[in-house]
């Protein structure tokens, strides 16, 4: 999960659909609750541009490698 956290924080316009279809379409449990979590995951919910601290550490990463 925090692979994908570090996507939507790097491009939320490409990697928040991939976690609105999951939702809706699988049973996905919160791991704290065992509850199943909302169908329906508003845009509104996430960033709606890169974080700005992200896109920098990520960058610095690639450099690195």
């Not at 790097?10 to 990697?15: N, Q, V």
């Not at 976690?19 to 704290?32: C, R």
């Not at 909302?38 to 990463?61: G, M, Q, R, S, Y």
């Amino acid at each position: 999960m925090h692979w994908e956290s570090i996507e939507i924080l790097l491009g939320p316009e490409e990697h928040v659909p991939f976690i609105q279809y999951a939702v809706n379409n699988f049973d996905i449990e919160n791991p704290d609750t065992g509850e199943s979590f909302p169908k329906d995951l508003p845009t509104e919910a996430f960033p709606l541009t890169p974080d700005a601290e992200i896109v920098a550490w990520h960058n610095e990463c690639a450099k690195r490698l």
